[in-house]
């Protein structure tokens, strides 16, 4: 279904109807509470994980690393693709990319494999994380934004606080790939019901996208290493 193109006026939605803007902020809490959750969760395991792979600390940190610069490189990139292509198509498309690489994270069968798949974890990541501020004006009325991100304010905190706890919790009764494993079943429920209930309506930018400056920002980045 081709989705429609909306300008913000006054004959626009405000906000979705109810019970359907229960699910859609279930949704982006579910997501945005995983991409939080991942920027810490895995550093209670890199001393498992050294020994696991027989790295030493110095390139076990990578695993940290990898997930974090692929957020911090396209986090800008994803936001103006959701202005131009909606945020709805940006959001989906990174649950879909999170997820199959937390997949790719607990199959990983050597360290480097598990660098890339984080990398890939963190971009889709940054996906749903670049439009999440953005949705929130389509799925709450007007004069319940400021709830609305509150309510996003917390899950984020929650699950930045929470990520340290939920990794012991997970590592004191099984193996490090189930810190990948437990994103999958939410994941997979968050993309459902995205696709079912986040509007369709969306204001979209007619403008191309800026791939030079793109570029940039990747070159940068990774001179900013050395």
């Known amino acids: 279904m081709n989705e429609e193109i909306a300008t913000l006026n006054l004959e626009q939605p405000d906000g979705l109807p109810m019970p359907q803007r229960i699910w859609a902020i279930l949704s982006t809490i579910l997501a945005i509470g995983m991409s939080c959750l991942d920027v810490n969760i895995v550093n209670v395991a890199l001393p498992s994980l050294a020994k696991e792979f027989s790295m030493s600390p110095t390139n076990t940190i990578w695993i940290v690393n990898a997930y974090q610069l692929a957020i911090v490189v396209s986090l800008l990139a994803f936001s103006s693709l959701g202005d131009i292509y909606g945020f709805r198509k940006v959001y989906l498309s990174g649950i879909f990319v999170f997820t199959l690489s937390s997949l790719f994270c607990a199959l990983s069968s050597s360290f480097w494999i598990l660098v890339i798949a984080r990398m890939c974890q963190g971009l889709g990541a940054s996906a749903l994380t670049s439009v999440n501020q953005g949705q929130l004006r389509t799925i709450y009325p007007r004069k319940h934004l400021g709830r609305g991100m509150g309510i996003n304010a917390m899950a984020v905190s929650v699950s930045a606080v929470a990520g340290p ?16 494993v437990v994103n999958i079943p939410l994941g997979i429920i968050a993309l459902v019901f995205g696709y079912k209930y986040l509007p369709r309506k969306e204001y979209r ?11 940039k920002r990747i070159t940068l980045c990774f001179l900013d290493l050395f």
């Open 205 to 215: 930018i007619k403008e191309k996208f800026d791939k030079s400056c793109f570029g």
């Open 165 to 180: 706890s939920i990794a012991s919790a997970i590592l004191s009764v099984a193996t490090w790939q189930w810190l990948f």
